[in-house]
């Protein structure tokens, strides 16, 4: 099984070079957050020439600009949900700095497997992250489970208590800290340990124009 997870945060409008990316991976599944319209127009024409089964969901809004959560299946999913994009919890610090709190995930059941694709609020503190990555959470599902996601976590206890929050559901991170953006271990593929437990090829690829890695793992049976 192969699993390619990315914050694509296109800033420099170079994340298309990427679709060759996907060509020479092919991965099973792909999780890809902050993704602008312009690259969604792409992928979406990508996916119908590959044959791929496309998901979408509004990720955040930056000054009055969408980006999007993509998520990309070589199977179907047989039940598919996205948390309907909003803003909540402004506390006193948050309005003066003009920020809002978004959390957005969505959630693809396939036959043996449920795969979760999620964004941990940047602009909130760890209790806040917590509580968002507990909420995305409660959709594991009773087989395998796969989460792409941007955790967003900053500080060396976040990683911890993560980590803790994970193997209580018998989850593992496989990025294992590794430096993935901005000097940072932020981004994760989260799996089972059914998953976690075989063989398995992990590698950063270039950054194509963004500030995060992608990420992929090869899992062997």
């Not at 060759?20 to 024409?45: C, K």
């Not at 043996?112 to 599902?141: F, S």
Request: negative net charge; contains cysteine.
């Amino acid at each position: 099984m192969k699993i390619l997870n990315w914050n694509t945060h296109p800033n420099n409008n170079r994340t298309s070079q990427a679709l060759g990316m996907f060509d020479d991976l092919s991965p099973d599944v792909i999780t890809l957050q902050e993704v602008s319209q312009d690259f969604f127009d792409e992928i979406e024409s990508y996916a119908t020439e590959q044959s791929l089964y496309l998901e979408q969901t509004l990720d955040w809004i930056r000054r009055g600009i969408p980006y999007y959560l993509v998520t990309l299946l070589k199977e179907p999913s047989v039940e598919s949900q996205s948390l309907p994009y909003q803003t909540r919890r402004n506390g006193p610090l948050s309005k003066v700095l003009g920020w809002k709190e978004t959390l957005n995930y969505s959630v693809a059941k396939l036959e043996a497997q449920t795969v979760i694709n999620g964004h941990l609020e940047h602009h909130a503190g760890p209790l806040t992250r917590r509580r968002q990555l507990d909420e995305m959470l409660t959709h594991l599902g009773d087989g395998t489970n796969v989460i792409g996601v941007d955790l967003n976590q900053w500080f060396p206890f976040e990683k911890l208590s993560n980590r803790k929050r994970l193997r209580k559901h018998n989850l593992t991170d496989i990025v294992h800290g590794k430096t993935v953006s901005n000097g940072l271990c932020l981004d994760g593929i989260i799996v089972s340990e059914d998953l976690a437990q075989r063989e398995y090829d992990f590698e950063k690829q270039a950054r194509h124009g963004s500030d995060h890695y992608p990420l992929f793992v090869e899992f062997y049976n």
